[in-house]
């Protein structure tokens, strides 16, 4: 039940527990027995098999946190880093912190992993941390460095893809009151979407992107490029008195370089939300990943050769993102060793040494992992189930993010 999610006062719905006992033959305990006398068996059974999993190998470690009811939230994810394949991956911990700060995560970094080597932290089998870019994330990185001597500490690539798009979307601001607005006009509006459909009904409706959720204002830029015609159409039968979205729409319409921009942007930007998504793909080597970051760097650098002011702070964006991410070159450095492309270990943190190299063949580079978990924690504490102790909504989580593939 904690698996799946279901939770345990569901125990208390007469037919369910029919259900339950008829193909069990077993009497089903009540709800309270199984909270106090079993969650925390189960808990402690699952960092048990965590510990034995990683017992004796290389890990990589990555932490991020969000923010829920006043709340900040740390999780912490590791992951097994081996020769011939790609490793296991874990929920290790889970944290209410009073304050997000270097501080905070190096502490949270140290105790987590006490709680997987209570009988003394094996330093040096640490060899990647992975987190995003904020600034008090660099920080900690830094203080960690300083005890684990081995680490390389990279900031989330498709989290930079993500800014390059945010600098897209600075850039090109009638692109973005266009995504903005028609996604005001169709929103809850069912005799708007039913005059879309009546005139094209093959085409999708018009997306509605998250501007936290990687990639998808670039989706909503190539879905305008290629429906512009009958988005506008759809447009101008509507009654601009109906809503103040659709008079801005219709302003927006007219204006004479918002088809070659958006022509622009899914001729040199279009990759970006692919590039993410693959980035997001679990157990990637790490030549792979490192040539997607190559084959964006060239793409957002070629759209610059025609002097286009955009194109130019976008193509700078790109570079600032990734001078500051000092741990992917050294990935990058490690990649060729292992390709055979590079003789020198220079640059690479003194303390690792040829025998550590091979472990880095499938290590991420992105903490897409650490979001997959935070959307299970959310799934779990559902607007009904606020009362939600912590220390119990921890353990829930941890049991359920690592009793599934």
């Not at 027995?33 to 990555?62: A, H, N, Q």
């Not at 020769?83 to 987590?112: A, R, V, W």
């Not at 509507?238 to 302003?251: M, P, R």
């Not at 002097?307 to 790109?318: L, N, P, V």
């Amino acid at each position: 039940m904690l698996s799946a999610n279901i939770p345990l006062y569901k125990l208390e719905n007469k037919h369910f527990r029919e259900l339950l006992e008829l193909y069990t033959k077993k009497e089903i305990p009540k709800e309270a027995t199984l909270r106090k006398g079993y969650v925390d068996d189960l808990f402690v059974e699952t960092i048990e098999k965590i510990k034995k999993c990683v017992d004796g190998k290389k890990i990589w470690v990555s932490i991020d946190e969000t923010t829920d009811a006043g709340r900040f939230i740390a999780n912490v994810i590791i992951g097994t880093l081996t020769i011939d394949e790609p490793g296991s991956i874990f929920l290790l911990n889970s944290e209410k912190l009073e304050k997000s700060n270097h501080s905070t995560i190096f502490k949270l970094f140290d105790q987590s992993l006490n709680l997987l080597w209570p009988q003394g932290v094996k330093y040096n089998e640490v060899l990647l941390f992975v987190t995003d870019a904020a600034p008090y994330m660099i920080k900690a990185g830094k203080a960690i460095q300083n005890l684990y001597t081995k680490i390389i500490h990279v900031t989330c690539l498709a989290h930079g893809l993500h800014r390059v798009a945010e600098e897209i979307r600075n850039q090109y601001k009638n692109v973005d009151q266009l995504v903005s607005n028609v996604k005001k006009t169709f929103l809850k509006a069912p005799s708007r979407i039913q005059t879309l459909k009546s005139v094209a009904s093959d085409i999708p409706l018009p997306p509605q992107p998250i501007l936290t959720r990687w990639g998808t204002w670039i989706d909503a830029a190539l879905y305008y490029c290629k429906h512009f015609e009958i988005i506008k159409q759809v447009i101008d039968m509507l009654d601009e008195n109906d809503a103040e979205s659709i008079k801005k729409c219709k302003q927006i319409l007219k204006s004479n370089n918002l088809e070659a921009n958006l022509a622009f942007i899914m001729s040199n930007y279009g990759f970006i939300s692919s590039s993410i998504t693959r980035l997001e793909t679990k157990g990637m080597s790490l030549t792979e990943s490192i040539k997607i970051i190559k084959t964006a760097k060239e793409s957002i650098h070629s759209a610059n050769v025609g002097g286009c002011a955009q194109a130019k702070a976008i193509d700078e964006k790109f570079q600032k993102v990734m001078e500051k991410n000092v741990g992917f070159v050294q990935l990058q450095k490690i990649s060729d060793i292992i390709n055979g492309q590079n003789e020198s270990m220079d640059g690479l943190p003194t303390d690792i040494s040829s025998g550590d190299i091979p472990f880095f063949k499938f290590a991420p580079i992105s903490s897409v992992d650490v979001e997959r978990s935070f959307s299970k924690y959310k799934n779990i504490l559902a607007n009904n189930r606020r009362s939600f102790e912590f220390s119990n909504l921890k353990k829930y989580l941890i049991v359920q993010c690592n009793t599934q593939d």
